[in-house]
């Protein structure tokens, strides 16, 4: 009974960018829902402090996206007893040196956006999928944005990025639709996050700016609150999308 009432409860849960924004608001709810969270990310020491502020239920693995070796290790760097991962988050991205025209931007920045966002993400889901198909069973939730449908200037490398992202989860639901593994994606849209302040080199203020400037913008737990629900459906249930957005917009 206890398990139909909390299905996140005593869930093991990798969330990779766990570190800030919307993975660390996601890893803080889901181990207040009881789970097990393994938070994943390039900075180990914001690793550390939202696996601290998890009260306990957290472990904390290095883990760059883009670094196919960093990701083909990443379940034997695991505890023993976290190997089997329930729910996979695939949150890890950025968009830093975007909001540029293309010929402007650097191209580096723009292969970058799509390393991380789409071929990490892909990299991930390749090492942690074998796990649930043996299991016959596993859930894996990827974080895409608004901007997979919504495009704007200065946007053509996160824009893909994301549209990739929405095409990807809908292919993976559809090789594992003889399973009972669930393939949800997961679709915000302004969040006030350190994401802005990475787009823009670091710059905290004009990180700050892009979302005071806006009419509103989501909070990163307004996220987290819709990654649960997708969570806290019964096995026969698969919550296929959720698009969240500021109530006002520009
Ligand atoms: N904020 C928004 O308005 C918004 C809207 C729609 C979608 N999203 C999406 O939401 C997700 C989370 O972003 P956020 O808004 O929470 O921004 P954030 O605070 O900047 O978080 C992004 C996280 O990704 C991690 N990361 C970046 N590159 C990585 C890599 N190569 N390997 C592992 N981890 C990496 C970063 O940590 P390290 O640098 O320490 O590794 C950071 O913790 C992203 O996929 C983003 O595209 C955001």
């Excluded at 800030?20 to 390039?42: H, N, P």
């Amino acid at each position: 009974m206890a398990e139909t009432s909390n299905p996140i409860n005593g869930k093991t849960i990798l969330i990779t960018g766990a570190g800030s924004g919307i993975g660390r608001a996601t890893a803080i709810a889901l181990a207040g829902r009881g789970a097990t969270v393994i938070c994943a990310g390039r900075t180990e020491a914001s690793l550390r402090d939202v696996a601290a502020a998890c009260g306990g239920k957290a472990a904390v693995v290095t883990l760059d996206v883009t670094d196919p070796v960093s990701v083909s290790s990443l379940v034997d760097r695991l505890p023993a007893a976290l190997r089997v991962i329930d729910v996979l988050i695939n949150n890890a991205g950025h968009d830093a040196g975007g909001r540029q025209r293309f010929d402007q931007g650097r191209i580096e920045d723009w292969a970058s956006i799509i390393d991380a966002n789409v071929a990490g993400m892909m990299r991930v889901c390749h090492a942690i999928l074998p796990g649930m198909v043996a299991r016959g069973e596993g859930q894996v939730v990827n974080i895409g944005s608004v901007a997979a449908f919504r495009s704007y200037p200065g946007g053509s490398a996160y824009n893909t990025s994301k549209a990739a992202v929405h095409t990807f989860t809908e292919g993976l639901r559809l090789d594992y639709r003889d399973s009972d593994i669930r393939i949800t994606e997961v679709m915000p849209g302004l969040t006030r996050t350190n994401f802005a302040a990475t787009r823009f080199g670091g710059d905290s203020g004009k990180g700050a700016a892009y979302y005071n400037d806006a009419p509103m913008a989501l909070e990163a737990e307004d996220i987290a609150r819709g990654i649960v629900y997708a969570l806290d459906q019964p096995p026969h249930c698969t919550v296929a999308q959720i698009v969240i957005t500021p109530t006002r917009e520009p």
